[in-house]
């Protein structure tokens, strides 16, 4: 197996991708600076660092706080939740971006904006909704769509379309990780998936006493074998995949993380943890108390989709309408749901959650 720190790293790999590197000069927003909010940053920061900035201040980003993760509603602290693994994939991507010569603050950017999408219940929110609309619910698309037509009261963010572009393509499904043109919606990809599968690894098997997670370790011999050959701890396996992403990226000349001994040993836990995430939810049958939410936000909010609804709450809001007999005006009133629907309403904007509108 490779080393965990490739000695490569400090000479020959450093800034390898220069020549790739998103350039602030061609970075390219909906709206001019005139009609930006923001506008009187323009030219003394970069451009992705204005993303960054704009994101900090979002109202999405603080909803990720009590988004599931990986465990619904936690008690444990320190299990993710949504909003800590945004900055966790930040971190990472932003440091694989600078070891490669890469747009640092376009990946930092992207990596915390990536989930803002996300629904109560994490993928098996995301599920719901496709099966009660018919339509492939998408939080990646959802994500852009917070940005261009929720925040700022509907106005949007006015974020970079690069931004928008990493974030559109952090997620490509169960299969093999295919890259795409753009450097930069790679590396986010690479550090969305590398941190996702590692720290729920940890989140469900290490703290398992603490957060009632129905796992053992024991019953996924061959996650735990291939996890320990990876690193003994989840920071010496988390380095173990940068070092070998940014030595490959080196050598082929493109962000890649499919050829070395690390990278498929990568593709194989993330493949058994696929079955693992199953065995999470395979007691959650009964969507009886989602369909009940959704139908309440469908009746009591009717200008907008009920799946652009659904997704704007948090685990915390779900489980306070689902404790209702029968959810009220009132009810929706005390979340942070009431807030965003008033602010659009006054806008007149309707955003479509299953359409990111990036053709600009």
Known sequence: MDTIIDPRLYGSVRGCLRAQAARDEQSIRRLPGNLDEDGWLYGLVSPYALDLFKIQQSKALRRLKDKTQVLYLPQNAHVRDRLVHSLEV?????????????????????????????????????????????????????????AQQVERSGAGLNLCRATLSAVRHHSR????????????DNVVMFADKIAYAIADFNDLFHRREFTGSPLRLEDFPELAREMAALGANGRDRVTACVSALCVESAEVGSVSFSRSETAQRFERIKTLMYDVYARVHEKETDD??????????????????????????????????????????????????????????EAGVRPDPFRADLAW
């Open 90 to 146: 930040s971190a990472l991507a932003a440091g694989i971006a600078e070891i490669l010569g890469l747009h640092a603050d376009l990946c930092r950017a992207a990596g915390l904006w990536h989930d803002t999408g996300h629904t109560p219940f994490g993928h098996r929110g995301e599920a719901f909704l496709a099966r009660i609309t018919g339509k492939p619910f998408r939080h990646e698309v959802m994500s852009v769509v917070l």
């Open 173 to 184: 499904g169960k299969k093999e990780l295919k890259t795409v043109p753009l450097a930069e």
């Open 288 to 345: 009886t108390p989602l369909e009940r939410v959704y139908e309440a936000l469908a009746r009591l909010e009717p200008d907008f989709h009920p799946a652009f609804l659904f997704a704007l709450l948090n685990d915390e809001d779900f489980a306070r309408l689902a404790a209702r007999p029968s959810v009220t005006a009132e009810d929706l009133r005390r979340l942070s749901i009431s807030e965003v629907v008033e602010k659009l309403r």
